[in-house]
C-alpha cells in the first residue's frame, strides 16, 4: 500500500499510469469530477486498454463536455462514460495492477498542485472483502447512472454555455427526459448491507452456473469431445478445461490477454461463439496446454482427495498437491506478497513452486475465528448440508470470519467446489470467467 499524497512526499497518480500499462486489463475509473482528458482516458486510448468511467451528473456540468466529446466521438464499446446523480467517488481500479482510493479528480490540479491525499493498493493485496465492495459500488453506480449519449452530450453544451452567462434555473436541466435521476443511497444497517452483497454474489453465481452447465452438456457430445479426453472424465472438467484452452489460446495477444475486445465481438449471439469455440476444440489433435493431463489424471485426483470419505484424514503433503493442482491457487501464489505466506524477504525472487508450498502451508496452519481448519471448511461448504444449498455455505466461507480462511477467495473456492463436486458444480475461477466472457457472457471476473 502506498500513501499518495502528490509534491508532499513524491507519490503521484501519474506515477501509476507511467507503470500500469504492461499489467492492465482494464480500468474502471468512478471520479466525480473531470476535465483534462490526458490524465488517464488518452493514456487507456494509446495502450488500448478498455476503460469504464462514471462522472458525476449535476446541474453544474462535474465532466466538461470536452471530455463527453472525446467519449462520444470514440463510438468505442471499450471505452464508455456513464454520468451519475449524487455521485462523488474518486476511485480507480487499474485491474490486474491495482487500486487507487482517494480524494484526486481527474482534474489538471488535482493530480499535480492541490493537496489531495488517497492510497494505492497493490493488486497483490486487493483480497476479497476489498474486491467484492469494489465491483458492489461500481454495479450501484451503473445501476442507477445515465449513459451518454448524444442528447445528453448537447443537454450539457448547453448548461455550460448557459452557466458562463448567468446561474440558470436547474429544474429544466432536471427534467430533461435524457436523465435517469436517482434519489442516492439509502441508509441501511451493516446487517442489510450484508444480506445485499449475498443476494448480489448469490444472484450472479446462479446465472453463471447455469452457462458452465450448459457449456458442460455441449462439450461431452461426441462431435464435441476431442479424441484424447477418455470416456470417463466429467462433463464439469471437461468444461473447465475446454475454457481453459480457449482462454490462453484463442484471446492471448502476446502477453496481454484480450478477453475483453472478444466479449465486444461475441456478446450480441455468445451461442454462435461458443458453437465456433466447441468445434475449435474438437478439432485438436493434441492438448494444446496440459489439459489432456489435468483432465485424466489431475482431476481425478482431486475428485478423489476432497471426496467425503477422505477430506476429513486428508495429510498436507496431499493437501500441498492440491494446491499445486488447482489454477486459481497458483495463480494467488504467483502474485501474494511474500510476507503474507512466510517468505523472509531476501532479494532474490522465489519460484512459483516455492510460492504455491508457503502458500500452502499458511492455508494449512490457519484456523477461522471458529477454530476451523481448512478440512473442516472445505468439508462443511461441500458437505454441510444439501447440495442446491452449497452456494449458501460458500458464501459463510468467502463472508464470515467463523469460515473464512485467508488466501482461499471467490476464486479458489469455486474452483475446489468443482474439483470436489464437478458433475454438480463444474469449476469457475477467474480465468473461467474471463473465458466465459470472451465468449460473449456478461459475467463477473473475480480478482481471486
Request: charged share 25%; glycine share 6%.
Amino acid at each position: 500500500m502506498e500513501l499518495i499524497l502528490g509534491a508532499i512526499n513524491g507519490s503521484y497518480l501519474r506515477n501509476i499510469t507511467e507503470n500500469a500499462a504492461h499489467d492492465t486489463e482494464e480500468v474502471l475509473a468512478a471520479v466525480a469530477y473531470a476535465t483534462d482528458n490526458s490524465l488517464l482516458f488518452d493514456w487507456c486510448i494509446e495502450h488500448d486498454i478498455p476503460l469504464k468511467f462514471w462522472g458525476r451528473l449535476d446541474s453544474q456540468v462535474a465532466v466538461n463536455t470536452n471530455v463527453l466529446s472525446k467519449f462520444l466521438k470514440r463510438k468505442s464499446a471499450k471505452f464508455t462514460c456513464k454520468l451519475v446523480e449524487k455521485h462523488h467517488a474518486k476511485v480507480i481500479w487499474w485491474r490486474g495492477y491495482g487500486v487507487y482510493v482517494g480524494s484526486a479528480n481527474l482534474t489538471g490540479s488535482a493530480w499535480n498542485t492541490n493537496v489531495e491525499a488517497g492510497f494505492f493498493v497493490q493488486e497483490t493485496d486487493i483480497d476479497d472483502k476489498l474486491a467484492n465492495d469494489l465491483l458492489s459500488m461500481f454495479s450501484v453506480l451503473d445501476k442507477h447512472a445515465t449513459p451518454l449519449t448524444q442528447e445528453l452530450f448537447d443537454l450539457m453544451v448547453k448548461r455550460q454555455k448557459e452557466l458562463a452567462m448567468k446561474k440558470p434555473d436547474d429544474k429544466p436541466f432536471w427534467e430533461n427526459s435524457s436523465i435517469n435521476n436517482w434519489s442516492g443511497l439509502v441508509t441501511t444497517s451493516p446487517k442489510k448491507a450484508s444480506d445485499a452483497k449475498r443476494d448480489s454474489f448469490l444472484s450472479e453465481w446462479y446465472s453463471t452456473l447455469q452457462i458452465l452447465r450448459d457449456i458442460s452438456g455441449q462439450v461431452i457430445l461426441p462431435e464435441n469431445r476431442p479424441t484424447w479426453i477418455t470416456d470417463d472424465a466429467s462433463s464439469g472438467a471437461q468444461a473447465d478445461q475446454f475454457l481453459h484452452a480457449f482462454y490462453y489460446q484463442k484471446t492471448f495477444e502476446g502477453q496481454k490477454a484480450r478477453y475483453l475486445d472478444f466479449f465486444d465481438r461475441n456478446k450480441s449471439n455468445p451461442d454462435i461463439a461458443r458453437t465456433d469455440a466447441l468445434k475449435w476444440w474438437a478439432s485438436l489433435k493434441a492438448a494444446p496446454q496440459g489439459e489432456d493431463d489435468m483432465l485424466n489424471t489431475t482431476a481425478p485426483f482431486l475428485r478423489n482427495a476432497l471426496s467425503q470419505e477422505n477430506l476429513p484424514t486428508l495429510k498436507y503433503v496431499d493437501f500441498k498437491e492440491v494446491c499445486f493442482s488447482v489454477h486459481s491457487i497458483k495463480d494467488y501464489a504467483r502474485r501474494v506478497r511474500n510476507s503474507s505466506v512466510g517468505l523472509p524477504s531476501t532479494g532474490a525472487a522465489y519460484n512459483i513452486p516455492e510460492k504455491v508450498a508457503a502458500l500452502s502451508k499458511t492455508i494449512w496452519e490457519q484456523r477461522t475465528d471458529a477454530g476451523l481448519d481448512i478440512k473442516e471448511v472445505l468439508s462443511y461448504i461441500f458437505y454441510g448440508g444439501k447440495l442446491d444449498e452449497l452456494p449458501d455455505r460458500l458464501w459463510q466461507a468467502i463472508d464470515d470470519p467463523k469460515f473464512k480462511i485467508d488466501g482461499l477467495g471467490i476464486s479458489a473456492l469455486g474452483e475446489l467446489v468443482g474439483w470436489a463436486l464437478p458433475d454438480h458444480y463444474p469449476p469457475r475461477n477467474g480465468r473461467t470467467s474471463k473465458a466465459l466472457k470472451a465468449l460473449g457472457y456478461d459475467v463477473t471476473v473475480h480478482v481471486q
